[in-house]
């Protein structure tokens, strides 16, 4: 099953409107009900409450819909304009994905939503979900998706390269510069790496529900880096895309394929 939002705060005659502008931009684009849950990841019964006038959408669900639908946001009605604020305060948390989001990326919602729910899980390690598989068959555009995806739930979401130990640790004490973090003084972290590394540390403790993504992480040899990295991050969720099968001591495996 897809997953769902909290509802805009519309009054009850505005949701059978609301719904049927929805609908009818679907339509418009000849898209079925059935594809238009692939593209956002909600399942279909929940959109076609939605579109019916059953529920109200959320802000989440009309941004997808629009994005999709290429529906420009001066034709949305008053209703259903998502608020300035709500999209500054989204777009002010720290967040380096270096990547843009692919719109032809399509038909994985279960997958997406699958790893959310292991990322959030209640068993050892449900924290840290490693992403597995052979090189090229677009683990690193998975996780892409998945944060743009799953951007608001998060206080945060980081990305660091893990090609080596070197690079991983670099990008790690970089993150105050690449995400605009503050030390606790209310300053830019200074250049030097022992307390940039300490700041951010202290920053993931005190803001558990963030993301760290760990990309392209190979070789075996940094196993020991990754691992004391993640026990001094707390509750931070960790997601690390590799071509390794022996990560089931320091994280939940996912595998992807094609």
């Known amino acids: 099953m897809g997953r769902k939002d909290n509802p805009i705060k519309v009054g009850n005659e505005q949701e059978q409107v609301v719904g049927a502008f929805l609908r009818e931009q679907r339509q418009l684009q000849n898209v079925t009900l059935t594809?238009?849950?692939?593209?956002t990841g909600y399942s279909k019964t929940y959109l076609?409450?939605?579109?019916?006038?059953?529920?109200?959408?959320?802000?989440?669900?009309?941004?997808?819909?629009?994005?999709?639908?290429?529906v420009a946001t001066e034709q949305l009605p008053g209703s259903l304009a998502v608020p300035a604020e709500v999209e500054d305060e989204l777009q002010e948390r720290?967040?380096?994905?270096?990547?843009?989001?692919?719109?032809?990326?399509v038909g994985r919602s279960q997958t997406l939503e699958q790893?959310?729910?292991?990322?959030?899980?209640?068993?050892?390690?449900?924290?840290v979900v490693a992403i597995t598989g052979l090189g090229g068959i677009g683990k690193t555009q998975f996780v892409t998706e998945y944060a743009y995806a799953y951007r608001a739930q998060y206080q945060g979401v980081?990305?660091?390269?893990?090609?080596?130990?070197?690079?991983?640790?670099?990008d790690f004490t970089s993150l105050p510069f690449t995400t605009g973090l503050l030390t606790e003084g209310g300053q830019t972290a200074d250049s030097t790496?022992?307390?940039?590394?300490h700041f951010t540390k202290k920053w993931f403790?005190?803001?558990p529900t963030c993301l760290l993504i760990i990309d392209n992480l190979d070789d075996v040899q940094d196993l020991a880096t990754l691992a004391r990295l993640i026990t001094q991050l707390g509750e931070t969720r960790v997601l690390i895309t590799s071509r390794l099968q022996i990560l089931t001591q320091i994280a939940r495996s996912l595998s992807w394929t094609t």
Request: a positive charge; hydrophobic letters at 35%.
């Open 193 to 197: 790496s022992n307390n940039t590394g």
């Open 158 to 170: 980081f990305w660091i390269r893990g090609d080596s130990s070197e690079v991983m640790s670099a």
């Open 205 to 207: 403790r005190q803001h």
């Open 115 to 127: 790893l959310h729910n292991r990322l959030f899980g209640s068993r050892k390690l449900s924290h």
């Open 48 to 70: 076609s409450a939605i579109e019916n006038g059953n529920i109200r959408a959320s802000h989440n669900v009309i941004k997808e819909y629009t994005r999709h639908l290429n």
């Open 94 to 105: 720290p967040w380096n994905v270096p990547f843009q989001r692919n719109p032809f990326f």
């Open 35 to 39: 594809q238009m849950a692939a593209k």
